[in-house]
Nanobody, 114 residues
Framework: VQLQASGGGLVEPGGSLRLSCAAS????????MGWYRQAPGKQRELVAR???????NYADFMKGRFTISRDNAKNMVYLQMNSLKPEDTAAYYC?????????WGQGTLVTVSS
């Protein structure tokens, strides 16, 4: 199983980024996918999740700023992040949850700073 996250970078407050996660080695359409983040010195926390059939849920701190989506034909999951704040700075991780277990990708670093 491989989860390859990309799209992180440096962005100014108020800016946007789109994270992508390419999955392989799993039956993607049956997998619940999620984005988590971990800021320095803090625990990893849920950002957003999406089921195989597209049902979503978000952490409260999103407040409509982030959108998770997936493309089952491409084995991809995305996180569109708008109105970014300095407190969104973190490593963002892609996660796949299957009947057989949970898999994590490597993080992609998002830095929000002027």
């Amino acid at each position: 199983v491989q989860l390859q996250a990309s799209g992180g970078g440096l962005v100014e407050p108020g800016g946007s980024l789109r994270l992508s996660c390419a999955a392989s080695g799993i039956i993607f359409r049956l997998s619940n996918m999620g984005w988590y983040r971990q800021a320095p010195g803090k625990q990893r926390e849920l950002v957003a999740r999406i089921t195989g059939d597209g049902n979503t849920n978000y952490a409260d701190f999103m407040k409509g700023r982030f959108t998770i989506s997936r493309d089952n034909a491409k084995n991809m999951v995305y996180l569109q992040m708008n109105s970014l704040k300095p407190e969104d700075t973190a490593a963002y991780y892609c996660r796949a949850q299957l009947i057989g277990g949970v898999y994590w990708g490597q993080g992609t670093l998002v830095t929000v700073s002027s």
